[in-house]
């Protein structure tokens, strides 16, 4: 899954991507994000939802997979719920902010000099 959404996102105007899974899953079926780093998005309206992504609710990959091939399974992270509700910050400055629509504007410029 992570080869073929690498090959998706490669042509993208965007470059910086990171690909994982929800350390909860929200769905049955096994699914693999791929969002990109500008979070430019109008669907991403929620603290909730940000904190999904820009926490270590969020599971890299590769993480996932070094996880399977020395364990043999996923290791419990039902303790990552807590994750949802922390501050909203900056997923590249790490800046506190009050608020999704200050949020958006600040990661405007703060990604673009990254």
């Known amino acids: 899954m992570y080869d073929r ?6 042509d ?5 991507f ?10 049955g079926l096994l699914h693999l ?5 500008d979070f430019n998005s109008p669907s991403l309206k929620t603290k909730k939802h940000w904190n999904s992504f820009t926490t ?9 997979i070094e996880m399977l091939k020395s364990h043999g399974k ?6 990552h719920s807590k ?12 800046t506190t902010i009050k608020n999704m ?3 958006k504007t600040h990661i405007q410029t703060c990604f673009k000099d990254s």
């Open 33 to 37: 994000h791929a969002i990109s780093q």
């Open 5 to 10: 959404a690498a090959d998706l996102t490669k």
């Open 101 to 103: 629509p200050t949020l």
């Open 56 to 64: 270590d609710y969020f599971v890299d990959s590769h993480k996932l």
């Open 18 to 27: 990171r690909y994982g899974y929800h350390a909860i899953p929200s769905m």
């Open 12 to 16: 993208c105007s965007v470059k910086k």
């Open 83 to 94: 994750l949802l509700s922390e501050d909203l910050r900056c997923h590249v400055c790490k």
């Open 74 to 79: 996923v290791n419990d992270m039902s303790h």
